[in-house]
């Protein structure tokens, strides 16, 4: 397994991540562990729901024109 040593944590931050490890009954070494495992679930959630939406408007022949992003949709949608 790898190993990582961080330094120069700013020692609230640091606090309040040993509240949260007392809290969840975990050492602050677990509690480091869990949060990167889950930071990497959520980010390969997300890319897996990026490549679906991609794949979906493939098989489907839908796009965007050029320069409008899924904001400029909704707010156009809130504003008609």
């Known amino acids: 397994?790898?190993?990582l040593t961080v330094r120069d944590i700013d020692d609230d931050d640091y606090e309040n991540l040993r509240r949260i490890?007392?809290?969840n009954n975990?050492?602050?070494s677990a509690?480091?562990?869990e949060m990167i495992a889950e930071a990497n679930?959520?980010?390969s959630s997300s890319q897996e729901a990026v490549a679906r939406l991609r794949e979906f408007q493939r098989k489907n022949g839908l796009k965007l024109p050029a320069g409008t992003t899924s904001l400029?949709?909704?707010r156009e949608?809130?504003?008609s």
């Open 1 to 3: 397994m790898a190993s």
């Open 77 to 79: 949608e809130r504003d």
């Open 72 to 74: 400029d949709l909704l």
């Open 26 to 28: 975990r050492s602050t």
């Open 41 to 43: 679930r959520r980010n």
């Open 31 to 33: 509690q480091v562990r």
């Open 21 to 23: 490890a007392q809290k």
